[in-house]
Every structure is written in C-alpha cells, then in structure tokens.
C-alpha cells in the first residue's frame, strides 16, 4: 500500500513568517525516514499505511502544540493498494508523456 500524504501546519498567532516552527515539522518529517517533498505551500510524505501518516501529522501538531494556542492545518490523502515508490512514480509518469519538469 502507498499512501501520500500532502499537508501543510502551522501556528496562525505568530506573525509573518512562521518558517521557525514549520523548519521543526520538517526535521521530523526528514528523521523519520519516509521520502518526502517539501513544496513552497506544504509537504508530501510516502508511507505504507495510513497510521504512518496519521502519526506524522500527530507528531506535527505535538512540536506546534507548545508555542501556539492555534494551529492551522490542511491535510490531503491518497491511497492506493498494491503500489509504492508513488511519489516518484507519478512525477516519472508525466515525465514520461511531455518530458522533464521543474522539480
């Protein structure tokens, strides 16, 4: 099973720039040894199961939970039995059709 996660968490009571407390999420993201794609506007991250990826945004929202007494979040899920490698895989595919893209 494949299950992509594609999400964005962050405190809305910190101002401006909340790159401090997002850099945290992502050094999680990073340890936690899924593969992932950090993107301008949130993250994706491959995992095998959905309580992989339900743990990842638990754990995102602990490293928040001190610092803000609000915290935003958008959340996207797709999941296909018998599959693996997709955050790759799908990039490949289009690739494949019109050639290579900005990554």
Not at 40 to 67: D, F, H, Q, W
């Given at each position: 099973m494949s299950v992509l996660l594609e999400y964005a968490m962050f405190p809305t009571d910190k101002g401006e720039s909340v790159s401090q407390y997002v850099s945290q999420i992502i050094e999680m993201v990073r340890e936690s040894g899924f593969p992932y794609q950090l993107?301008?506007?949130?993250?994706?991250?491959?995992?095998?199961?959905?309580?992989?990826?339900?743990?990842?945004?638990?754990?995102?929202?602990?490293?928040?939970?001190?610092?803000s007494?609000?915290?935003?979040?958008?959340?996207?899920?797709?999941?296909?039995?018998?599959?693996h490698n997709r955050l790759l895989s799908k990039i490949k595919s289009i690739e494949n059709k019109i050639g290579k893209v900005d990554k």
């Open positions: 993107t301008a506007m949130g993250t994706i991250v491959e995992t095998s199961t959905i309580e992989e990826s339900t743990e990842i945004v638990n754990k995102s929202y602990r490293i928040l939970e001190p610092y007494n609000r915290v935003y979040s958008s959340i996207k899920l797709d999941i296909q039995k018998s599959k």
